[in-house]
């Protein structure tokens, strides 16, 4: 993986684990959701969407690739990249688990998203966050998937 231009992290809770032990699939999605919003925090980005603008970064689209488990208070990283597509905004989340010394990739993740206003009509993307975006690298091969 290229060097990584921003890093979530956080601890595995007790609650995002299954009956099986492991952290359930749909947990993953609401961690990319956190790393996105912690991204836009760090960035000064979040005067940019709902609730301090009219427009929100909709869901276009979602996938995530599990390659290994995650467990209880394991230490999770969140690795996230991003780019403009258009009018549209695509992430994409290599997502790895802290084992003694080493980061294991356990999951990877894209989510596509497109700006609206207060009626769910598409919407151009303020200017801050056009602005914003046209700084960001991107890496085609960042993913394994890719």
Not at 50 to 58: C, R
Not at 85 to 100: D, S, T
Request: hydrophobic share 40%; glycine share 2%; with cysteine.
């Amino acid at each position: 993986m290229s060097e990584p231009k921003f890093l979530y992290q956080r601890r595995a809770a007790f609650s995002d684990t299954d009956a099986m032990g492991v952290v359930h699939h749909a947990n993953y999605l609401r961690f990319c959701e956190e790393a996105r919003v912690a991204w836009m925090r760090e960035v000064g980005l979040s005067n940019t969407h709902y609730p301090h603008s009219d427009k929100v970064l909709a869901v276009l689209h979602y996938q995530v690739w599990h390659l290994k488990p995650c467990t209880f208070d394991d230490l999770i990283k969140i690795y996230l990249q991003v780019h403009r597509m258009g009018l549209k905004i695509h992430f994409q989340y290599a997502i790895f688990k802290q084992v003694g010394s080493d980061e294991v990739r356990i999951a990877e993740a894209e989510t596509l998203h497109i700006p609206v206003d207060k009626d769910l009509k598409p919407a151009r993307p303020s200017q801050q966050l056009l602005t914003h975006l046209e700084k960001e690298t991107w890496t085609e091969t960042w993913l394994s998937n890719s």
